[in-house]
Structure formats: structure tokens, C-alpha cells
């Protein structure tokens, strides 16, 4: 598809994947709303602030995105959060928290979201899960289990929107965002060294662009660091 001139909400934007994401968009021309819990502050964007753990934000913020770019041609969801930790320990706040923001608020994201892309003629809903949707980690159950919910219906959802709607599960490889520094509890594991941000974020738009339907972790091979 041509990005020149589309209108595409952000999630995350403010994140170490979601920025690079909205600077490749707006290399390419796009207009781009951005959001997070805070509004980030991005150049040539405009930002609005959302909580998408919480009910009615989701919905209020595509309807905020919608009447500033006057049509939603894109979503790009690259917003979540994570755990480490035995799978017995994770309380009942912790896995709320953990299932809320990495699965039932991107639900919500897209519902409220796929009848304005329905709208256009090439439209597109990338939706960062991860590798762990693929291959679930010991220590990291809960975070896990909720990316694998979000990709199991965003899989689904591709298929009943195939002929309107492109919708592209997005499941990089363990990626030097920084996330795994701000866990809500428990500390990370001893990683390899993860993907560029940057590599990432090219690999995702290129699929935007190119018409591709599904990135699986393998598809980022070429965005290792050198």
C-alpha cells in the first residue's frame, strides 16, 4: 500500500519500537496520531493520551484519532507490558494488570478501530504480539499466555477481515526496547542480545507497504544487530 498521505494511529508510540514505527511513517508521508498512558511528544504528530487498560478508552481513542485524521487507514499497536516470575506467584493484580494491557485492551483497540479501516481501500491493523505468542517462556507465564491470546484473535480477526481489512500479527524475537528493564514484577533472565528497534520497525513497515499478512518470528532474521 502507499503510506503518502494515510492516516495511522500509533499505540505505544512513545516506546523503544513504537517510536522508530512512527518516524519511519512519517518518513514515508504519513499522517500519524500518536498515543500512550501519556501523550508522547513526537514532531509532526499529534498525540493524544490513553489508558487502554481501562474501559471506554480504547473506543475514546479511536474516535479522537478518527476526527482528527478524518479516516483511519492504519493502526499500529506496539503497546504492552511485561512480567518475570514463577507461574504460581503471579497474584490476581498481577495477572489483571498483565492481561488487560497485553490482551483484552488491544481486543478492545481493535474492535473499536476495524469499522473505520472497513472504510478504506487498503487499509491495515499491525499488531505487535511477540515470539513468546509462539513459544511460551518458563519464568514468563502470564505475559506469555496473555500475547497468546492477543494473537490468537488477531489470527482469527485476519481471517473474518480478509477481503477488507489486512491484519498483520507482528511477533518479533526478544527486541533491545527496554521493556524488560521495567517489569511489573520480577526481574528479567540473563538475555541474548535482542533485534535493533530500528530493524524491527523497517521490517514492520515494509510488510505494511509490500501487502504481507503475517510476520512470524522467523521473519526477522535480518534484523539482528551486528
Known amino acids: 500500500m502507499e503510506l503518502a498521505g494515510a492516516g495511522v494511529l500509533v499505540t505505544g508510540a512513545g516506546g523503544g519500537l513504537g517510536r522508530p514505527l512512527v518516524e519511519g511513517l512519517l518518513a514515508a508521508g504519513a ?10 511528544q513526537i514532531e509532526g504528530t499529534h498525540a493524544v493520551a490513553a489508558d487502554l487498560r481501562l474501559p471506554g478508552e480504547p473506543e475514546r481513542l479511536v474516535a479522537e484519532a478518527v476526527a482528527h485524521l478524518g479516516r483511519l487507514d492504519g493502526l499500529v499497536h506496539a503497546a504492552g507490558v511485561v ?18 494491557a497485553d490482551a483484552i485492551g488491544p481486543v478492545r483497540l481493535l474492535r473499536a478501530a476495524v469499522p473505520h479501516l472497513r472504510e478504506g481501500d487498503d487499509a491495515f491493523a499491525a499488531v505487535v504480539t511477540a515470539v513468546v505468542a509462539e513459544r511460551p517462556q518458563a519464568g514468563m507465564a502470564p505475559y ?5 491470546a492477543l494473537s490468537a484473535f488477531v489470527t482469527a480477526l485476519a481471517r473474518e477481515e480478509r477481503s477488507k481489512v489486512r491484519v498483520i500479527d507482528v511477533r518479533p524475537p526478544h527486541t533491545e526496547t527496554g521493556l524488560a528493564t521495567r517489569p511489573l514484577a520480577g526481574s528479567a533472565p540473563k538475555l541474548p ?3 535493533d528497534p530500528r530493524a524491527v520497525a523497517d521490517r514492520v513497515l515494509r510488510a505494511i507497504t509490500e501487502g504481507e499478512r503475517e510476520l512470524p518470528s522467523g521473519a526477522f532474521a535480518s534484523s539482528r544487530q551486528s
Open 31 to 40: 499522517r500519524v496520531v500518536v498515543s500512550g498512558r501519556s501523550a508522547p
Open 193 to 195: 542480545a535482542g533485534l
Open 83 to 100: 512480567a518475570f516470575g514463577p507461574a504460581v506467584e503471579a497474584d490476581d493484580d498481577l495477572l489483571d494488570e498483565l492481561f488487560l
Open 144 to 148: 506469555s499466555a496473555a500475547k497468546a
